[in-house]
């Protein structure tokens, strides 16, 4: 899931626009940031394994994305804004909603309990019903947003069109920069590139988005 996360925002800004949109674009993906976070230090991070569920990316994610550790990074969202902490945790908490439906087995109850609650396998058993289940989520929340919003501005038109970008970048181009990190990279740098590749795929949406959505005139 990646396009979905950022889609999420467009379904709680038509829910309350008040909120400022920077802390639902990085809410989406705190729980990834984080992730990333641990991956510098080796704590967490990808690996390959052709004889897998999928033949491809596993994940090695019990801190940041376990169920435990969701609740209680998004109650610490939640509390950047104690007027908006609801929307903010579901902003943060949507992330592993949404990772459910697509990831592997390998969200665990809480940081290595080796107890799974999900995924169920979308992306892996069936990448191409995950693809459309992604985009789908993304013309649902467009339509939804637009219907909200009563001001056509040029921004509103922006950040949809980004949307969709990220959608196709999703699809051309993260699963070959995955597998060039697991494959090509040395296990020693794996860590740090990791941390970078992260930083890059959801802080820099995050704040591109944020800022289009920061320019929309709600009337």
């Given amino acids: 899931m990646y396009a979905g996360h950022f889609a999420a925002v467009f379904l709680l800004y038509s829910y309350d626009s008040t909120v400022n949109s920077f802390l639902l674009t990085f809410g989406v993906v705190f729980i990834d940031i984080?992730?990333?976070?641990l991956a510098y230090f080796s704590?967490?991070?990808?690996?390959w394994n052709p004889n897998g569920d999928g033949h491809g990316i596993e994940l090695h994610i019990p801190i940041s994305h376990s169920l435990l550790s969701s609740?209680?990074?998004?109650?610490?969202?939640?509390c950047l804004n104690s007027k908006h902490f609801g929307i903010l945790f579901v902003s943060s908490f949507s992330h592993f909603v949404l990772d459910w439906f697509v990831h592997n087995l390998d969200l665990e109850l809480y940081p290595f309990s080796n107890f799974f609650v999900g995924g169920i396998g979308l992306s892996s058993k069936y990448p191409r019903v995950a693809y459309y289940f992604e985009l789908l989520l993304c013309i649902f929340s467009c339509i939804l947003f637009i219907q909200m919003n009563s001001y056509k501005s040029l921004s509103l038109v922006l950040s949809i069109i980004y949307l969709f970008y990220l959608q196709c970048y999703r699809a051309l181009f993260i699963g070959s920069e995955l597998y060039s990190l697991t494959q090509v990279t040395p296990k020693q740098k794996q860590g740090r590139l990791t941390c970078q590749c992260t930083m890059k795929a959801f802080v820099i949406p995050a704040i591109v988005l944020g800022t289009l959505l920061e320019l929309i005139p709600f009337v």
């Fill in 71 to 78: 609740l209680c990074f998004s109650c610490l969202w939640g």
């Fill in 43 to 47: 704590v967490e991070g990808f690996e």
């Fill in 34 to 37: 984080i992730m990333g976070i």
